[in-house]
């Protein structure tokens, strides 16, 4: 079954940098569209990267410019790389694989994702 499993959470000044990761088992890796989601207390759960089997990525503009995702197909590992980060960056950070296949039909709306991990959590202090 789809195991997904998430690392790299902390806490950071803003302006500082963190990477999660995400190792993925269970699947073909590189067929599915993957994705970053994160939910503060209170809010709604928001996507903010996408990675299709091509390397196509897409960002929220919340994140643009800021956060970076990629994955290793050898190492079946997922990763985000967030810089600049900013208070409101705050969260649990959540990894999901989507249910499309090769492009990433569904974009950042959680509803087209059917396995996640647990979570690791960002903290960023001003």
């Known amino acids: 079954q789809v195991q997904l499993v998430e690392s790299g959470g902390g806490s950071v000044q803003a302006g500082g940098a963190l990477r999660l990761s995400c190792a993925a088992s269970g699947y073909s890796f590189n067929k599915y569209c993957m994705g970053w989601f994160r939910q503060a207390p209170g809010k709604e759960r928001e996507g903010i990267a996408t990675?299709?089997?091509?390397?196509?990525?897409k960002y929220a503009d919340s994140v643009k410019d800021r956060f970076t995702i990629s994955k290793d197909v050898n190492k079946t590992t997922l990763y985000l790389q967030m810089n600049s980060l900013e208070p409101e960056d705050t969260a649990m950070y959540f990894c999901?694989?989507?249910?499309?296949?090769?492009?990433?039909?569904?974009?950042?709306?959680?509803?087209?994702?059917?396995?996640w991990g647990q979570g690791t959590q960002v903290t960023v202090s001003s």
């Open positions: 990675i299709g089997s091509f390397d196509r990525t």
């Open positions: 999901a694989r989507s249910r499309a296949i090769y492009v990433c039909t569904s974009g950042l709306e959680a509803f087209g994702y059917d396995g």
